[in-house]
Nanobody, 124 residues
Framework: QVQLVESGGGLVQAGGSLRLSCAASGRTFSSYGMGWFRQAPGKEREFVAAARWSGGTTYYADSVKGRFTISRDSTKNTVYLQMNSLKPEDTAVYYC?????????????????WGQGTQVTVSS
């Protein structure tokens, strides 16, 4: 049973930073693709960032490129999303996701497992 547990959300002022964590358990993730998505109130879930667990290529939404960084620590089975220069429009529930196929696409349909989400609120 794959489990993804996000943490690190909170309230931050515009221009500030947060680091989200996604602790993965239940199997070996070396061949998986990992992604971050977010959903703001009244809006559809949208892609934020993705990477292969094995490393290499990363992929970002245009809205976060240059401000957010996805990374992972294999020793801790944890994926991170470092968020800098936060803006009020980054306010959302952030979800971690895992894809068995190592895909690093932007469609939520490509991911097989999801965490419960963590709230990020950016005040102006």
């Amino acid at each position: 049973q794959v489990q993804l547990v996000e943490s690190g959300g909170g309230l931050v002022q515009a221009g500030g930073s947060l680091r989200l964590s996604c602790a993965a358990s239940g199997r070996t993730f070396s061949s998986y693709g990992m992604g971050w998505f977010r959903q703001a109130p009244g809006k559809e879930r949208e892609f934020v960032a993705a990477a292969r667990w094995s490393g290499g290529t990363t992929y970002y939404a245009d809205s976060v490129k240059g401000r957010f960084t996805i990374s992972r620590d294999s020793t801790k089975n944890t994926v991170y999303l470092q968020m800098n220069s936060l803006k009020p429009e980054d306010t959302a529930v952030y979800y971690c996701a895992a894809a068995r196929s190592a895909v690093i696409g932007s469609s939520s349909n490509e991911y097989d497992y999801w965490g419960q989400g963590t709230q990020v609120t950016v005040s102006s």
